[in-house]
């Protein structure tokens, strides 16, 4: 009997001893598990799928253009960048291309701040300055995008150096003209070599999948037509093949920036995405819901006048994924109720005029005599007069090629949806260059004439004739600060 109460006694003993260990255990277990990160020591959530960890997100974000006239591109980049960081990406992982110019630029009220909303928190503090000024440039986009160290030119040397499970999120915002991107730095980015960059990402098997966001006038045309649909890439633009984007949150507007701000905060298509994962559960939210929402917003509840067309390209069955696969899941979304989206229409104003607007406001504030004032409208009659320059070189140009009855009507004219904007994307640039040669510099208005260009290598014009009917166009006017050499030529080949 006393063996079997010893027994019972030391089995009881050793019982209470697992317990207690276990529970010791667990309790550090706990502790740690919900001990609240600095948000340096926050460490990215893996992508899941079917509850297995998956790969590493990826991100490049870019902004391109420069000059406090475009202070919403580098805005939007920069708000992009604070989404995904409280969405748990990685610095390492997010590659920022921004100009870098405007934080500290004389004549931002707030010197070290940038917004992107007349209420807006200051969203430059933490961005990586990965490539700035001078690096921001097609070419090294196109080798981040490829993970190829050696062929980067300046920045930080930071690429996508991902793997075969690992998931992209690109956004890029920017003016835009059919078939063309811009860039800070010449050349533009040509749709057919952004697409061949995107091929051979897929060829070397270093994805799963990827998505793509892009802001800027006709940027459907940098997919219409020539996008594969099995690459595992899906695609939304902030407009379709031949309109406008748009530009918001501008002086004057509803809403307004705050009174001391004289430039645009933001891009309609850009904060519509944005400021949808700020107010959603980004593990319940899928991508098609997101499309679906920019869509309405973006075309400012089909007032089409004042928003545009948001497009979608590649492979559209990548849109019933969660977003948080791609932009991260911040825990304190993680309650927030289905946000159903209200009417709201916005202010804005055509992309390609949001530097009028800027320089108008510098005219209108500015003291009566001052040398300020008088400099103001000394840019705004030579960017006008400029513009006009190029609208009748266009004209006249299609009138020489075509003749008067249809030289507008070719120049002009807008090929079926599915088709490429050009046959021969190497003619497009070499157009481009005669033209600029000759008439200088298109600048971020004279991108919509991109389909000029393009109707008439589709035209099969010669190059010959092309620099023929180009000097004669353009002849004896004086190009001046317009000339490629100052400029640089918006393509190379």
Not at 169 to 185: A, K
Not at 274 to 302: C, G, P, W
Not at 381 to 399: P, Q, Y
Not at 443 to 451: A, P, S
Request: glycine residues 8%; negative net charge.
């Amino acid at each position: 009997m006393a063996t079997a109460h010893h027994r019972s006694v030391f089995f009881l003993l050793v019982l209470v001893l697992v317990l207690f260990t276990g529970g010791v255990q667990a309790a550090r277990f706990n502790q740690r598990d919900s001990a609240i990160l600095l948000p340096s020591e926050k460490q990215e959530p893996p992508a899941e799928e079917g509850g297995e960890p998956v790969g590493t997100r990826w991100a490049v974000l870019v902004a391109g253009s420069s000059g406090y006239t475009n202070y919403r591109h580098q805005a939007d980049v920069c708000h992009a960048y604070q989404l995904l960081r409280k969405g748990g990406l990685k610095e390492e992982h997010i590659v920022v291309f921004m100009y870098d110019d405007i934080a500290m630029h004389e004549l931002n009220p707030r010197p070290g701040v940038i917004i992107n909303h007349p209420q807006g928190e200051n969203l430059y503090n933490g961005v990586p300055k990965d490539y700035t000024g001078e690096h921001v440039t097609a070419q090294n986009l196109y080798a981040v995008l490829l993970g190829d160290r050696k062929a980067v030119k300046g920045g930080s040397g930071k690429v996508v150096n991902s793997k075969a499970n690992d998931r992209i999120f690109i956004f890029y915002c920017d003016h835009g003209g059919p078939g063309v991107l811009g860039m800070p730095n010449m050349p533009y980015v040509y749709a057919m070599e952004f697409i061949d960059v995107l091929k051979k990402k897929h060829a070397a098997k270093s994805y799963k999948e990827m998505v793509i966001y892009v802001e800027a006038c006709e940027s459907g045309s940098i997919f219409e037509g020539v996008m594969p649909k099995d690459l595992d890439i899906y695609v939304t633009t902030a407009s379709n093949a031949q309109e406008s984007s748009f530009a918001t949150y501008c002086p004057g507007m509803d809403p307004s920036p705050p009174p001391e701000y004289i430039t645009c905060l933001g891009d309609l298509y850009s904060v519509a995405w944005m400021e949808d994962s700020e107010t959603h559960n980004l593990k319940r939210e899928t991508i098609n819901q997101q499309y679906q929402a920019v869509k309405e917003r973006t075309s400012n509840f089909n007032n089409y006048n004042s928003g545009s067309h948001v497009m979608e390209y590649g492979n559209t069955s990548v849109k019933s994924e969660k977003l948080y696969l791609y932009q991260g899941f911040d825990p304190a979304s993680a309650n927030f109720p289905p946000n159903k989206l209200l009417p709201d229409q916005m202010g804005v104003v055509n992309q390609r005029d949001a530097d009028l607007l800027f320089m108008w406001h510098m005219y209108k504030n500015a003291a009566e005599g001052s040398e300020k004032k008088s400099e103001m409208l000394k840019r705004i009659t030579e960017t006008m007069r400029h513009r006009k320059h190029l609208d009748a070189s266009i004209d006249m140009i299609g009138v020489i090629l075509f003749g008067p009855d249809k030289g507008s009507r070719i120049l002009n004219s807008v090929r079926a949806r599915g088709l490429p904007l050009v046959d021969d994307w190497h003619c497009l640039k070499s157009m481009v260059r005669v033209f600029e040669t000759h008439c200088g510099s298109l600048t971020q208005y004279g991108m919509k004439h991109m389909r000029a260009f393009a109707n008439i290598c589709n035209s099969g014009v010669s190059q010959a004739l092309m620099e023929e009917t180009s000097e004669a166009a353009c002849s004896g006017n004086e190009l001046r600060q317009w000339h490629p050499a100052i400029r640089g030529y918006s393509a190379c080949y």
